[in-house]
């Protein structure tokens, strides 16, 4: 048993000093103030160690993460899966759900097999397609050659070849049979995602009523809010039901924004990095999925220049730059990064606050809000 004293934990409800209890890779208890004795028989002897009043928040929920540290989640390979995840792992990410980009059929159901195997061994929590189904003319950094419409055969497949571990998909509503799709996913226990689409409003409200639950990093790789037709943007603001995604590396969305979005849904913005290869590395070039991806200055865009292609930030500065840039109180960044992705995906049981009964994953931060350690399942990694 291990209880860390003399911390200020940030807590759904706000910032306490006070103390946090783990056992056997749970929360066991929290509290304010100094630590309460431990209790019930056949406590093992307890270890208190004193955080002198660092930060400790919850362990960082990222729902969006293609790769980072230079290996990729795309290929489906334990080895490379593993790099990834360690490298998220050390800026305080302890739930990850990898993401893939568009690819063809077959390099799809390897990549999700694949991933399965590294979700069976607790790398990642989950899988999440983003794509083929996307709009040509929102397509990002996905390969437009590769997109198509909607097929309800090939996501069943993709789902079976995922052995329950695929979480989540992100597709462009005004595709022929996106809507079908959606209701197919939200039958198999997948989240349905709305993005890289330039439907309007009133199409990704259609989406959103057959079961949607997430706008894909809103604003990028979708058509802008107008206001005379607020698009997939006004649709998710403005429904209490969506999590929207933000990607804060400063280049996706200026702070003014992240400002805007966290003042109309608070509850309901989830920090993502969508990192890619470059993520912990140099300026050079990578690859994301099929596509060649330039890194200059920190910022990764295709090759040829016509589009941002992922981030190279973790979790930890997705935050910091939400609290210390955009000026998101702390708790809220800690939710955003936390909670309510946990929520969008359906794994707030058991991650995302530090509650009693949940897993011991957490991060206490140090100068400058950087990860100072990390503990995932209870032990310090
Ligand atoms: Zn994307």
Same mark, same amino acid.
């Given at each position: 048993?291990?209880?860390?004293?003399?911390?200020?934990?940030?807590?759904?409800?706000?910032?306490?000093?006070?103390?946090?209890?783990?056992?056997?890779?749970?929360?066991?208890?929290?509290?304010?103030? *100094?630590?309460?004795?431990?209790?019930?028989?056949?406590?093992?002897?307890?270890?208190?160690?004193?955080?002198?009043?660092?930060?400790?928040?919850?362990?960082?929920?990222?729902?969006?993460?293609?790769?980072?540290?230079?290996?990729?989640?795309?290929?489906?390979?334990?080895?490379?899966?593993?790099?990834?995840?360690?490298?998220?792992?050390? *800026?305080?990410?302890?739930?990850?759900?990898?993401?893939?980009?568009?690819?063809?059929?077959?390099?799809?159901?390897?990549?999700?097999?694949?991933?399965?195997?590294?979700?069976?061994?607790?790398?990642?929590?989950?899988?999440?397609?983003?794509?083929?189904?996307?709009?040509?003319?929102?397509?990002?950094?996905?390969?437009?050659?590769?997109?198509?419409?909607?097929?309800?055969?090939?996501? *069943?497949?993709?789902?079976?070849?995922?052995?329950?571990?695929?979480?989540?998909?992100?597709?462009?509503?005004?595709?022929?049979?996106?809507?079908?799709?959606?209701?197919?996913?939200?039958?198999?226990?997948?989240?349905?995602?709305?993005?890289?689409?330039?439907?309007?409003?009133?199409?990704?409200?259609?989406?959103?009523? /057959?079961?949607?639950?997430?706008?894909?990093?809103?604003?990028?790789?979708?058509?802008?809010?107008?206001?005379?037709?607020?698009?997939?943007?006004?649709?998710?603001?403005?429904?209490?039901?969506?999590?929207?995604?933000?990607?804060?590396?400063?280049?996706?969305?200026?702070?003014?924004?992240?400002?805007?979005?966290?003042?109309?849904?608070?509850?309901?913005?989830?920090?993502?990095?969508?990192?890619?290869?470059?993520?912990?590395?140099?300026?050079?070039?990578?690859?994301?999925?099929?596509?060649?991806?330039?890194?200059?200055?920190?910022?990764?865009?295709?090759?040829?220049?016509?589009?941002?292609?992922?981030?190279?930030?973790?979790?930890?500065?997705?935050?910091?730059?939400?609290?210390?840039?955009?000026?998101?109180?702390?708790?809220?960044?800690?939710?955003? /990064?936390?909670?309510?992705?946990?929520?969008?995906?359906?794994?707030?049981?058991?991650?995302?606050?530090?509650?009693?009964?949940?897993? /011991?994953?957490?991060?206490?931060?140090?100068?400058?809000?950087?990860? *100072?350690?990390?503990?995932?399942?209870?032990?310090?990694?």
């Amino acid at each position: 048993m291990l209880t860390l004293a003399n911390a200020r934990l940030v807590l759904p409800s706000g910032v306490v000093d006070g103390w946090v209890r783990v056992q056997g890779g749970r929360i066991v208890g929290v509290g304010a103030g *100094a630590p309460a004795g431990a209790d019930g028989a056949g406590a093992r002897p307890e270890v208190v160690e004193n955080v002198r009043g660092r930060v400790v928040v919850p362990g960082f929920v990222d729902m969006h993460v293609h790769g980072g540290a230079g290996a990729s989640y795309q290929s489906g390979r334990l080895e490379e899966a593993r790099r990834v995840a360690e490298f998220h792992l050390g *800026a305080g990410t302890t739930t990850t759900v990898a993401s893939l980009v568009t690819g063809t059929p077959q390099g799809l159901v390897d990549g999700v097999a694949g991933l399965a195997d590294a979700a069976d061994e607790g790398l990642i929590a989950g899988i999440h397609l983003e794509g083929p189904y996307l709009a040509g003319s929102r397509c990002g950094a996905h390969d437009p050659a590769l997109l198509r419409e909607p097929d309800r055969d090939e996501f *069943a497949r993709l789902v079976e070849a995922g052995r329950g571990h695929v979480r989540m998909i992100t597709l462009a509503p005004e595709l022929p049979g996106a809507v079908d799709l959606v209701r197919d996913a939200v039958r198999a226990g997948v989240v349905a995602a709305v993005g890289h689409t330039d439907a309007a409003g009133a199409c990704v409200r259609e989406a959103f009523d /057959a079961g949607a639950r997430v706008a894909t990093h809103l604003f990028n790789g979708m058509r802008p809010l107008h206001h005379r037709e607020g698009g997939p943007v006004g649709a998710a603001l403005g429904d209490a039901r969506v999590t929207v995604e933000l990607i804060n590396d400063g280049v996706h969305v200026e702070p003014e924004v992240v400002r805007l979005v966290f003042a109309a849904a608070g509850g309901r913005v989830a920090l993502i990095t969508d990192a890619m290869g470059a993520a912990g590395m140099g300026d050079g070039s990578y690859r994301l999925g099929p596509m060649s991806v330039t890194v200059s200055g920190g910022r990764a865009t295709l090759e040829d220049g016509t589009s941002i292609a992922g981030s190279t930030i973790t979790m930890a500065e997705a935050f910091r730059r939400a609290v210390e840039v955009a000026g998101i109180p702390l708790e809220d960044a800690s939710r955003a /990064a936390s909670l309510v992705p946990a929520r969008a995906l359906g794994l707030d049981h058991e991650v995302g606050s530090l509650d009693v009964g949940k897993r /011991a994953d957490l991060v206490v931060l140090g100068e400058g809000r950087s990860v *100072a350690r990390v503990m995932k399942d209870g032990r310090w990694r």
